[in-house]
């Protein structure tokens, strides 16, 4: 069965960190683009970062630059996303995608259910 699955979100305090994992299993994730993507209530769903298949190329919105580290372990076949200092306006449920595509994901053709992460004191 294809399909993406994240777990590690949760309630952390302002500052915090968090590790999200986003476990492929039908597919090769070193063979294809994984994006992170974010989608808060009342806001347009925001891509966070994308790891390609070629060169390793990363990508990082603005808003996370800096703070959010984007990687993969091909021998667990699994895309992280490691989130430090978080902020209050990184609330939003969190998921991964692919489009099987090496370099960008733009359809978003294959997504996982999300995890929820909320930055609250």
């Known amino acids: 069965q294809v399909q993406l699955v994240e777990s590690g979100g949760g309630l952390v305090q302002p500052g915090g960190s968090l590790r999200l994992s986003c476990a492929a299993s039908?597919?090769?994730?070193?063979?294809?683009?994984i994006g992170w993507f974010r989608q808060a209530p009342g806001k347009e769903r925001e891509g966070v970062s994308r790891?390609?298949?070629?060169?390793?190329?990363?990508y990082y919105a603005d808003s996370v630059k800096g703070r959010f580290t984007i990687s993969r372990d091909n021998a667990k076949n699994t895309v992280y996303l490691q989130m430090n200092t978080l902020k209050p306006e990184d609330t939003a449920v969190y998921y991964c995608?692919?489009?099987?595509?090496?370099?960008?994901?733009?359809?978003?053709?294959?997504r996982g259910q999300g995890t929820q992460v909320t930055v609250s004191s």
């Open positions: 039908g597919f090769t994730v070193s063979g294809y683009a």
């Open positions: 790891i390609s298949s070629l060169d390793h190329y990363t």
């Open positions: 995608a692919t489009d099987f595509n090496p370099d960008q994901v733009l359809t978003e053709s294959l």
